[in-house]
Nanobody, 127 residues
Framework: QVQLVESGGGLVQAGGSLRLSCAAS????????MGWLRQAPGKEREFVAA????????YYTTSVKGRFTISRDNAKNTVYLQMNSLKPEDTAVYYC????????????????????WGQGTQVTVSS
């Protein structure tokens, strides 16, 4: 049974911070690029951040650059998303995902296929 489980979401005021965690189980994901995607109310799911299997390469969507940091601890089979300076427009359900292709994550769009998904965790940023 392969599973990705997100945690750490919640309600935070604008300017605040949250750290999301994605705990993987059922297999080791150290060789998989992993990332975070989000879906805001009334909008399509969009790419947020991704990193390589080793964690030494990262990529972010423009709107979160300088505010969000993706990292991973392969010993714990866990990926993180540190979110600082949160804005109301960051409000969304955040999903953890993994795929053998880094580009599949960074180029995600409607209709794309990714190998693994978590169930999502809600992040709400109040103004």
């Amino acid at each position: 049974q392969v599973q990705l489980v997100e945690s750490g979401g919640g309600l935070v005021q604008a300017g605040g911070s949250l750290r999301l965690s994605c705990a993987a189980s059922g297999r080791t994901f150290s060789s998989y690029p992993m990332g975070w995607l989000r879906q805001a109310p009334g909008k399509e799911r969009e790419f947020v951040a991704a990193l390589s299997g080793s964690g030494d390469s990262t990529y972010y969507t423009t709107s979160v650059k300088g505010r969000f940091t993706i990292s991973r601890d392969n010993a714990k089979n866990t990926v993180y998303l540190q979110m600082n300076s949160l804005k109301p427009e960051d409000t969304a359900v955040y999903y953890c995902a993994a795929d053998r292709s880094f580009r599949a994550l960074t180029d995600y769009s409607r209709g794309s296929y990714l190998n693994y998904w978590g169930q999502g965790t809600q992040v709400t940023v109040s103004s």
